[in-house]
C-alpha cells in the first residue's frame, strides 16, 4: 500500500493528538487527581500510537506505547502522578514531537529514546509490585462482601458518577465476583462469556483485573466486575451461574451510600472524594462518549454538544490557489469597468457593478478563509511557560486572553518566534524569585498576560508581566556603557525613549548570561521581525509594578494598501504605511552634505534617494527636472525622501512573490498584477534607509 | 529500444534544442516583460502568467550566445522544476516529436557555443537532425547566477 498518500493526514492529525497532549499534560499538572484528563491523554496517546505503527513509524509508536504503559496505570489509580513522572512523559512528549517533526522534513522519523523509554519502564515496574499488592487486597476481599472491603476494588470518581448517573435513569449498578472451576482450563474464555453476557445485559463500568489481563488469563481464579443493568440480582446470578466451569456468583446491588463510600473508601490511595456534580463538569467529554455507546443514536447529538466545530481541513495551497484565481478576477474587473464606462451602456454598467459588489463580498470571505485564530500559536506557550517556571525555579502563570483572535495565515507563520523571545524575556527578566516577590509584598507566583485583541486594520498582542519592571538608571548605564547612546544623549531621552533602548541592537540588561535570554541578541531581532511584517512593537513599565509589551500587526499581509508611482515607463508601488507624506521640491533646495544629498523636511533634515539610480531606471532621470515630486518615507524613527516621477494614485493592491528563482532582489520585496494586467514591483522602502 | 520521450523542439539561432514535455508548463506568445532591476542581464524581468508573477530568462543570454530582438516567432516557454517556474524566450516553438531515449548521446564538451554541463545529451533524428537535449536543473542552477552577479559587480 502506497503510505504517502497517508502521510500528510498522518502528519496533521499526529500533531493535533500531540498538541491535546501537551495540553492535558498540562491540565493534569494542575490538577492531578482528575482522573478524566488521564482518560482523554491516553485515548490521544493510544490513538497516535495506532497511527504510526500502521504508518510504520516503530519508534515513534514504541515510545508512544511506554508513555501509555505508564498512562494506564495512573489511569486505574495504580500509580499516583509526580513530578518526576510529569517530567519523563513531558521528555517523551517532546521526542515524539522531534520525531513527528523529523517525518514532516522527509526523515524515517527514527530517533533514540532508550533513555526515556527506560525512566518509563523504570516508572511501571516499581510501580508495580504495588499494583500486584492491590490485586492480591482485592483478591482476598472476595471472600466477604461488606461493602468496607468493596472498596478495596478501586472505583474512581469517573466511573462512580457514571453509575450515579445510570440509577437516576432507572439502571441498578451492582458488584459481580466471580469465582471460576478450579479445574477450568480455557479460564479467558470463561470470563469472556461472562463479560458477554454482562454486556448483553447492561454496561461493564469496571472489571478488576482489567479485562486485557483477563483475556491474557493473567489472573488467579476470580474477578470482579462493577456493572450496570436492569435485570435483577436474581436473573444476574441464575445467568451467569448457568455458564459452565463457574465455581460461584455473587451479586450486590450498589445504592448510592454504597457508591459514595467506595469512592470515599480509596480516598487514602487515588484520590479526594469528590461529589459527582464537579466530576461532571470536569469530564463531559468521556461521560458523553459512555453515553454513545449505550445509544449510538445519539452519537451525533452529543458530539456537537460537546462543542466540536464542524470545520474542514484545506490544503494552504489550495487557499493560495484560490486567492491566485481570485485576484485574477480581481484585475479583470478593473478592466470591465473600464469597458463598461467607456461604452456606456446602462444595463452593462449595470451587470458590471452588480459584479463589482459581489466580486468584493467574495474578496472579504476570501481574506476570511486565510485568517488562523492566534490559538495555533499561542497554544505553546503554556508549556513552555511551564518549562521556564521549572528551569529557572520560579513560580508563575500564563494567563491567556483572546486567543479566538484571527491573524492572516502568513502573518501566523512569521508570529511566533518572536512572540517566544518576549515571553522568555518576561518570564527570565520580569518576573523576580519567589522569595523576592514575597519580600515586596506581592504574591509567590507571577502572573504572564497573554492578551490578543483586534483593533481597526489591526491585531494587538501583548505580553504582560507583573514582575519587578523595567529600571531605567540601569538601562541608560548599559546603553551608554554599550555605547548604544552618549552620555549626553541619554540624559535627553524622554522614559519611553529609555525603554525603547532595550530594543537597540547589541543591548542586554541581563547580569549573567542564561540559556533562556540574555545574549543581547534578542530584543532587537524581535523588534526587526516585527517591522518586516509591517508591525510595530512599543513597551511600557512601571518600575517595582510590571512591564507590558504591545505588538501591533497588520491584519493581512496578502492585500496591502500602497501608493502607485511612474519611473519614467515603469511603474512601482510603495506600501503606505510606510509613506509619512507626499510633495514636490524645487532643484535649488536640495542640499549637498559631505557628497550626500539631503532636504530639509519640517524641522530636520533627512536624506534624499534618487529611485531612478536605485532602480538603475533606464528612460528616467530627475536630474533633469525644475522641481521633483518626493514621498517621504519611514522606517522606525529614522525618514527618507524618495524622488519619483508621477504620481498614479493609491491602489488595493495583491501581493504576490517573484517566484523561487528571483530571491532577495534588492530593494524589491514583491510584485503585484495591476489592472492593466501588467505587473508592477512592489518596492521594499526599508531597504532605501540606512 | 529504451523508453519513448515526448520533448518540445524550439530553436535558438541554427540549433534545435528539446525539453520533455513534462517539464513544460505552457508555451505562450511574448508578453510585456517588468524589468527586474539589479539582476543578471539575462534575466529578462517577470511576466503575468495568469495571475502568477513568472521570471523569465533570455535562454540566449543564459548560454553567452548573443541576445537578439524578439520577433512574431518568439515564445515563452514555462518550465517547472523542482519547484521553481521560470519562463525562456526562445527564437521560435514548433514541434512535439518523440524520441527513444536510446538515442540520445552524451554531448561534446561544447556545443554551439554551449558549455556541456547545461546539456543532458544530444538525440539524433531522422535525416541527419540533431537535436540538443537541455539539462534543465543546471540551466536553473541558482548558485551559479549568484556567481555571475557577484562577476559583473
Known amino acids: 500500500m502506497d503510505m504517502n498518500a497517508y502521510l500528510s493526514m498522518f502528519i496533521d492529525e499526529s500533531n493535533d493528538h ?64 509526580d513530578s518526576f513522572i510529569f517530567d519523563t512523559l513531558f521528555k517523551g512528549l517532546d521526542a515524539l514531537e522531534a520525531m513527528v517533526h523529523d517525518i514532516v522534513g522527509g526523515g524515517t522519523g527514527q530517533a533514540d529514546v532508550t533513555s526515556i523509554v527506560a525512566s518509563l519502564q523504570k ?21 466477604e462482601t461488606s461493602s468496607a472491603e468493596l472498596g478495596k476494588a478501586l472505583l474512581d470518581q469517573f466511573q462512580t458518577s457514571i453509575m450515579m448517573q445510570s440509577m437516576e435513569s432507572g439502571h441498578q449498578p451492582y458488584y459481580i465476583q466471580v469465582t471460576i472451576d478450579e479445574n477450568c482450563v480455557l479460564k479467558a474464555a470463561r470470563a469472556y462469556m ?3 453476557l454482562l454486556e448483553a445485559n447492561g454496561e461493564i463500568v469496571k472489571s478488576e483485573p482489567t479485562v486485557q489481563d483477563l483475556e491474557q488469563e493473567k489472573f488467579d481464579r476470580s474477578f470482579t466486575v462493577f456493572t450496570i443493568s436492569t435485570a435483577s440480582v436474581d436473573v444476574l446470578t441464575e445467568q451467569i451461574s448457568n455458564i459452565s466451569e463457574i465455581a460461584s456468583v455473587t451479586v450486590t446491588p450498589l445504592d448510592v451510600e454504597s457508591l459514595n463510600a467506595l469512592t470515599a473508601a480509596p480516598a487514602a490511595a487515588a484520590s479526594a472524594p469528590a461529589p459527582a456534580e464537579p466530576v461532571q463538569a470536569a469530564a463531559p467529554q468521556p461521560q458523553a462518549e459512555q453515553q454513545v455507546k449505550k445509544a449510538p443514536a445519539a452519537q451525533a447529538q452529543s458530539q456537537q454538544g460537546g462543542g466540536v466545530g464542524r470545520t474542514i481541513r484545506v490544503d494552504i495551497e489550495r487557499l493560495d490557489t484560490l486567492m491566485n484565481l481570485f485576484s485574477e478576477l480581481l484585475i479583470d474587473r478593473v478592466r470591465l469597468e473600464q469597458l463598461a464606462s467607456e461604452i456606456k451602456r446602462t444595463d452593462l454598467t449595470e451587470a458590471v457593478e452588480h459584479m463589482s459588489r459581489v466580486g468584493s463580498d467574495m474578496q472579504n470571505i476570501v481574506l476570511k478563509l486565510r485568517m488562523v485564530p492566534v490559538d495555533t500559536v499561542f497554544n505553546r506557550f503554556p508549556r513552555l511557560v511551564r518549562d521556564l517556571a521549572k528551569t529557572l525555579d520560579k513560580k508563575m502563570d ?47 507566583t507571577g502572573t504572564i498576560h497573554l492578551r490578543a485583541y483586534h483593533s481597526g486594520n489591526h491585531v494587538f498582542i501583548e505580553i504582560e508581566d507583573d514582575g519587578h519592571g523595567i529600571n531605567q538608571d540601569k538601562v541608560k548605564a548599559i546603553a551608554i556603557k554599550n555605547g548604544v547612546v552618549t552620555e549626553e544623549e541619554a540624559n535627553k531621552l524622554s522614559p519611553d525613549e529609555i525603554n525603547m533602548l532595550l530594543f537597540a541592537p547589541g543591548f542586554s540588561t541581563a547580569d549573567k548570561i542564561s540559556d533562556i535570554s540574555g545574549r543581547g541578541v534578542g530584543l532587537d531581532v524581535v523588534k526587526t521581525k516585527i517591522t518586516s511584517l509591517g508591525g510595530n512593537v512599543t513597551v511600557t513599565s512601571a518600575y517595582g509594578k510590571g512591564t507590558k509589551f504591545s505588538v501591533q500587526l497588520p491584519l493581512t499581509l496578502s492585500i496591502i494598501s500602497a501608493m502607485l508611482i511612474k519611473l519614467g515607463s515603469e ?12 510633495g ?33 531606471s533606464p528612460d528616467y532621470d530627475e536630474s533633469q527636472e525644475q522641481e521633483t515630486e518626493i514621498i517621504v518615507i519611514k522606517k522606525g524613527e529614522k525618514l527618507a525622501a524618495v524622488m519619483v516621477d508621477e504620481f498614479i494614485g493609491q491602489s488595493e493592491i495583491v501581493l504576490k512573490s517573484l517566484g523561487k528563482y528571483l530571491t532577495n532582489v534588492y530593494g524589491i520585496s514583491g510584485a503585484t498584477i495591476l489592472g492593466d494586467g501588467y505587473v508592477a514591483l512592489i518596492i521594499d522602502p526599508n531597504a532605501l534607509i540606512k | 529500444m529504451g523508453e519513448e520521450l515526448k520533448v ?42 495568469r495571475g502568477v508573477v513568472v521570471p523569465v530568462i533570455d535562454l540566449r543570454g543564459r548560454f553567452g550566445l548573443d541576445e537578439t530582438e524578439p520577433t512574431e516567432n518568439s515564445r515563452i516557454i514555462v518550465v517547472a522544476v523542482d519547484e521553481l517556474e521560470v519562463g525562456f524566450i526562445v527564437d521560435s516553438a514548433n514541434d512535439v516529436i518523440d524520441i527513444d531515449s536510446d538515442t540520445i548521446e552524451s554531448p561534446p564538451e561544447i556545443v554551439g557555443g554551449i558549455k556541456a554541463k547545461y546539456l543532458r545529451g544530444i538525440a539524433k533524428l531522422s535525416e541527419g537532425r540533431l537535436l540538443i537535449m537541455l539539462n534543465l536543473s543546471e540551466v536553473l542552477n541558482k548558485s551559479e547566477i549568484i556567481q555571475l552577479e557577484q562577476l559583473e559587480v
Open chain 1, 584 to 616: 514636490i521640491i524645487q532643484r535649488d533646495k536640495i542640499l549637498n552634505v559631505h557628497g550626500n544629498r539631503m532636504i530639509q523636511f519640517r524641522s530636520s533634515i533627512i536624506p534624499l534617494v534618487s529611485l531612478s539610480q536605485v532602480l538603475e
Open chain 2, 8 to 49: 518540445i523542439v524550439f530553436a535558438l539561432g541554427q540549433e534545435e534544442y528539446g525539453i520533455e514535455v513534462d517539464k513544460v508548463r505552457t508555451i505562450e506568445r511574448m508578453s510585456p516583460i517588468t524589468r527586474v532591476p539589479k539582476t543578471a542581464a539575462f534575466i529578462k524581468g517577470v511576466i503575468n502568467l
Open chain 1, 398 to 444: 500564563l494567563v491567556i486572553t483572546g486567543a479566538e483572535t484571527e491573524l492572516d495565515r502568513t502573518v501566523i507563520d512569521e508570529i511566533g518566534d518572536p512572540l517566544v523571545h518576549l515571553i522568555r524575556n518576561s518570564g527570565d527578566h520580569g518576573v523576580e524569585m519567589p522569595q523576592e516577590r514575597l519580600a515586596a509584598g506581592k504574591p509567590e
Open chain 1, 123 to 143: 516508572i511501571v515496574n516499581s510501580d508495580y509490585r504495588s499494583g500486584m499488592a492491590e490485586a492480591a487486597a482485592s483478591g482476598s476481599a472476595m471472600q
Open chain 1, 571 to 582: 511603474k512601482y508601488a510603495i506600501p503606505l504605511s510606510s509613506i509619512v507624506e507626499t
Open chain 1, 18 to 81: 500531540l498538541q491535546s497532549l501537551n495540553e492535558n499534560l498540562l491540565q493534569l499538572e494542575g490538577s492531578p487527581e482528575d482522573l478524566s484528563i488521564v482518560q482523554s491523554i491516553f485515548r490521544s496517546a493510544h490513538t497516535l500510537k495506532g497511527m504510526s505503527a500502521t504508518m510504520g513509524f516503530e519508534d515513534l509508536a514504541s515510545l508512544t506505547h511506554e508513555m501509555e504503559n505508564v498512562l494506564d496505570l495512573v489511569r486505574n489509580s495504580k500509580l499516583k502522578m
Open chain 1, 194 to 196: 461472562v463479560f458477554n
